[in-house]
């Protein structure tokens, strides 16, 4: 885990943005290694140099971090939807599929914690700052997936693809692959090249359009 020791810290103090964005980092990859219930709030703080209370002048709670990494996570994969999702849908679909599997370890550990914890965006929070993250997250995570059903839906239209329930049909291509990010270690046998070669093909078959 980055920042265990913190021997070759300098004496330069650094700001709050940036400690805030360290915070972030490291747990996004204690979340995404042990998962968030297993994540020691203190662990966090021990691994960036802080003490426990100290982490509540950057985050609420542990919660608030999460949804700001849900928040961090969706916001990405949404912009990189929106920049590759234009054109011809035969030209285009295969493209943001096949995009979506080009993610660096921090990434993958990223869409991990997306997967496995976005359900809790949909419980609302007492604390003002946690209830503030998760209405961010909740609403960008509609949003992107609203991204999908309409590329499904023009797809359609085009005549590209068979007519179906869009919605029905987004959620199968976006469930599928979510469920890569279940299983997918980036210190694993696979590379995700080799897991974009198996899926890739399979992600279009779904949606109808053979690669």
Not at 44 to 73: R, W
Request: net charge negative; with cysteine; charged share 30%.
């Amino acid at each position: 885990m980055p920042g265990r020791g913190g021997d070759e810290r300098t004496e330069t103090q650094p700001s709050s943005r940036n400690k805030r964005a360290e915070i972030v980092a490291v747990a996004t990859e204690y979340f995404g290694d042990n998962g968030y219930e297993d994540t020691k709030w203190a662990d966090v703080a021990a691994a960036v140099g802080l003490g426990p209370t100290a982490l509540y002048h950057y985050f609420e709670s542990k919660q608030q971090c999460l949804f700001e990494i849900l928040v961090e996570a969706v916001e990405d994969a949404r912009a990189e939807f929106l920049r590759s999702g234009q054109g011809e849908f035969a030209a285009v679909f295969p493209a943001v599929v096949r995009r979506s599997f080009e993610r660096s370890d921090r990434e993958a550990r990223r869409a991990r914690v997306l997967v496995a914890e976005q359900g809790l965006v949909r419980h609302p929070r007492r604390a003002p700052r946690e209830e503030d993250a998760r209405l961010r997250a909740f609403a960008l995570l509609k949003e992107y997936e609203a991204g999908w059903r309409d590329l499904l839906a023009a797809g359609m239209e085009e005549g590209a693809i068979p007519a179906v329930d869009p919605d029905l049909l987004s959620r199968a291509v976006i469930g599928t692959y979510n469920s890569v990010w279940r299983w997918y270690r980036p210190d694993g046998r696979l590379g995700l090249d080799e897991v974009a070669d198996f899926f890739v093909p399979r992600l279009l078959a779904l949606a109808g359009l053979p690669e």
